[in-house]
C-alpha cells in the first residue's frame, strides 16, 4: 500500500472539535461524543484495544451522564469500549439486525478469527469454546426497525435504518447541527483522498453486502441535506456541495458496478469474465485502494447466485486440485512444472505462477523449487499492490510459504 496511507494510518489521534455540541476522538473506529445541557449521547466507542485512549481523548469535553450510547453497527471495531462508557441508566440503541449480526459472527468466531489476523495483519486472537448458533452478548437496550427518535438536552436525534457494511447499519441524524453520523457506510478505511470503492465482499469472509440497500441508504443521507457528515473511520465532511459530490459519485460507482454485473450474468457470462471485463470508469474518482471492484464483482454474482456454476464437474465434492498430482506426473515431474511458473512470473504473468506451484504442491508440499517460485511472484504481486487488504492476503501467503520452506 501507499506510503501516504501507512503515515496516515499511525497518526497519534487528538480530540476534534466539530462544533459547539460534537466531538470526535479520532482512532479505529471513531468515537462521538454530543454534548447536551441533559447529559450526553456516545455514537459508537471503538474497537476494544483503543477505547481507553478515545474515552481519555474525550474526557475534558464529559460533563454529566451518558444518557445514550448510539451504535452505528455491531463491527468490533464500533462496540469495543462500550462497557467503558456505559453508565446505570445509560440506554444502548442499535437497529434490529444487530442482534442477528452480533450472533452471526459470533456463531462463526472460529472461522472468522484467523482470517481477521490474516486480513488486518494482526495477531490471532484465543477463541473459547462454541457458545452455539445464538450465544452473542447483545448489550443494546432499544432496537428499532426503520425509525427511532429522542431528544435531549433540546436536541432531536433521528435514527434511520442504512443498510450497507452490514445489514445493521444506521444513521443518526441531528436535525439542528445537519450533522449526519453514518458508521461505516461511506470511507470503511478511513484512508485520505481520493476515497475508495467500498468492500461489497471482503476477503476476510462475509455474507453478502447488498449493493442496492447500500445504494438506497446513500440516498437516504444525501435527502438529509448534511452540512456534516462524520463516519466510523477517517475525517468529517463539511458542506452540502461536497458531501453530496462525493456521496454521490461513490453511490453511482456501486450502482455502475451492480448493474453493469447483473447484465452480465443475464447474458449468459461468467463471473470470471465479469471480474477481468467490469472496469470503474475514470469518472468516480476513487481508487480500489480498500475495496477491489473485481472482488465486489464476484461478491454480488455469488451473493445473487451462490457457489454452482453450470459445469457438471461443480456438482461433485471433489476439487479440480484432486487432478492436480496427475497433471504434474505427466508434464514429467514437479520441476517442469515449476520452470513453466517461473516463466510465467517471467513473462509479467504472476498470477499464473501461482495457479501452476499449487499444482506442484499438491502433488509435493514441501517442493522448495516450488515454494520458493512461489515466493517470488508473491513478492511481485506485493511490490505492486496498492490495495491494504490485497498487501495483507499477500503477506499472509509470503509467511505461508516461508513456513513451508523451514519445515524441511
Ligand atoms: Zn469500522
Known amino acids: ?42 455514537i459508537d466507542t471503538a474497537i476494544e484495544s483503543m477505547a481507553p485512549e478515545s474515552k481519555a481523548l474525550l474526557a475534558p469535553v464529559t460533563h454529566g451522564p451518558i444518557k445514550y450510547i448510539v451504535l452505528t453497527h455491531g463491527h468490533a471495531d464500533h462496540i469495543g469500549g462500550i462497557p467503558l462508557w456505559r453508565e446505570p441508566g445509560t440506554q444502548i440503541v442499535a437497529q434490529k439486525n444487530y442482534v442477528e449480526f452480533a450472533n452471526y ?16 495483519s494482526r495477531p490471532l486472537e484465543e477463541v473459547g469454546s462454541w457458545k452455539g448458533n445464538f450465544g452473542a452478548t447483545i448489550d443494546p437496550t432499544i432496537f428499532f426497525d426503520q425509525t427511532y427518535e429522542f431528544t435531549l438536552g433540546g436536541l432531536t436525534f433521528k435514527l434511520f435504518s442504512t443498510p450497507g457494511e452490514t445489514p445493521d447499519h444506521l444513521t ?3 436535525p439542528q447541527l445537519k450533522a449526519a453520523f453514518i458508521g461505516d457506510n461511506y470511507d470503511g ?19 453478502p453486502r447488498w449493493a442496492l440497500d447500500w445504494i438506497k441508504s446513500i440516498d437516504t443521507v444525501i435527502a438529509l441535506k448534511p452540512e456534516i457528515v462524520l463516519s466510523g473511520h477517517g475525517d468529517p465532511i463539511f458542506g452540502n456541495e461536497e458531501i453530496t459530490r462525493r456521496l454521490t459519485r461513490f453511490r453511482d460507482a456501486m450502482q455502475y458496478v451492480h448493474d453493469e454485473t447483473v447484465k452480465g450474468m443475464n447474458a449468459g457470462k461468467d463471473v470470471y469474465t465479469l471480474m477481468q471485463e467490469i472496469k470503474l470508469p475514470a469518472r468516480y474518482d476513487l481508487t480500489e485502494s480498500f475495496g477491489k471492484v473485481s472482488w465486489s464483482v464476484r461478491g454480488i454474482y455469488d451473493g445473487y447466485a451462490g457457489w454452482f456454476d453450470t459445469d457438471a464437474a461443480t456438482m461433485y ?10 497433471l504434474v506426473k505427466l508434464a514429467g515431474g514437479p520441476d517442469a512444472v515449476t520452470q513453466l511458473a517461473l516463466k510465467k512470473l517471467e513473462a509479467g504473468d504472476p498470477v499464473s505462477t501461482l495457479h501452476l506451484t499449487n ?10 523449487s516450488a515454494l520458493n517460485a512461489r515466493l517470488k511472484a508473491l513478492n511481485y504481486l506485493q511490490d505492486r499492490c496498492e490495495n491494504y487488504i490485497e498487501s495483507s492476503w499477500l503477506n499472509y501467503g509470503i509467511r505461508k510459504a516461508k513456513e513451508a520452506l523451514g519445515a524441511q
Open 105 to 120: 459472527t459470533t456463531r462463526l468466531e472460529g472461522f472468522f478469527a484467523p482470517r481477521n489476523a490474516a486480513g488486518f
Open 189 to 207: 478505511a478511513g484512508l485520505p483522498e481520493p476515497k475508495s470503492f467500498p468492500n461489497l465482499y471482503t476477503l476476510r469472509g462475509t455474507e
Open 1 to 42: 500500500m501507499g506510503a501516504a496511507a501507512i503515515a496516515y494510518a499511525q497518526e497519534k489521534p487528538k480530540l476534534v472539535r466539530i462544533n459547539d455540541s460534537i466531538y470526535m476522538a479520532p482512532g479505529s473506529g471513531n468515537v462521538y461524543l454530543v454534548t447536551t445541557p441533559a447529559g450526553n449521547v456516545v
Open 317 to 326: 465434492s471433489r476439487p479440480p486440485s484432486s487432478v492436480y498430482p496427475d
Open 172 to 174: 443518526v441524524w441531528i
Open 359 to 368: 499444482v506442484v504442491l499438491s502433488y509435493d508440499a514441501k517442493n522448495s
